[in-house]
């Protein structure tokens, strides 16, 4: 089972991406989450970039959700959450 003990998470605004990751016991889990997905998630638009880390803390409980499943379908080490995954 992963956990997220850790909860740094970060933006990068370049890809438009965040990056955070989890545990499978001592395996780091790495984990990237596609803008668009949380816009959907959290009804953000494109112009509220600068909301963009708070609404993920709002939805901390649905992304790592998300990724939890993400992660037991494929138990990679990097795991790409998209708008499909919510």
Known sequence: MIAFPNEMRSFDEDA???????????????????????????GLSRSADTKYLDAFDQN????QAAALKAYQRTHKSLIRLTTADF
């Open 16 to 42: 438009g991406t965040f990056r955070f990751s989890g545990y499978d016991g001592v395996m780091e889990v790495r984990f990237v989450l596609e803008a668009p997905a949380l816009e959907r998630l959290a």
């Open 60 to 63: 901390r409980k649905q992304i």
